[in-house]
């Protein structure tokens, strides 16, 4: 539990999270909309707090730190942009 009982370090990480992808967006002409980025942020986080976990993703089983790059993956097989994924990877 990264940031069980405190609450200013998550929001720092969210604040730092946050001015990088707007920087991102900002230079590289991205989308407005940077939820995507920032869940990958937090999902990025995770898996490396996490490491030791499984997780099924479709037909594949994979670990956590791998996460946020196998739902990139699945992201560039369904036809989506892979910069906003990367903004927060």
Do not use: E, K
């Not at 942020?41 to 995770?46: D, H, N, R």
Request: charged share 10%; net charge positive; glycine share 6%.
């Amino acid at each position: 539990m990264a940031f069980r009982n405190r609450p200013a370090d998550f929001l720092w990480l969210l604040l730092c999270g946050a001015g990088m992808v707007l920087m991102f967006a900002y230079f590289f002409d991205t989308s407005l909309f940077m939820s995507g980025s920032m869940i990958d942020i937090m999902l990025y986080v995770w898996g490396r707090r996490n490491s030791h976990a499984r997780l099924n993703v479709l037909f594949l089983t994979v670990r956590a730190p791998y996460l946020p790059y196998v739902l990139a993956f699945v992201a560039l097989v369904m036809g989506a942009s892979l910069q906003d994924q990367f903004n927060g990877i």
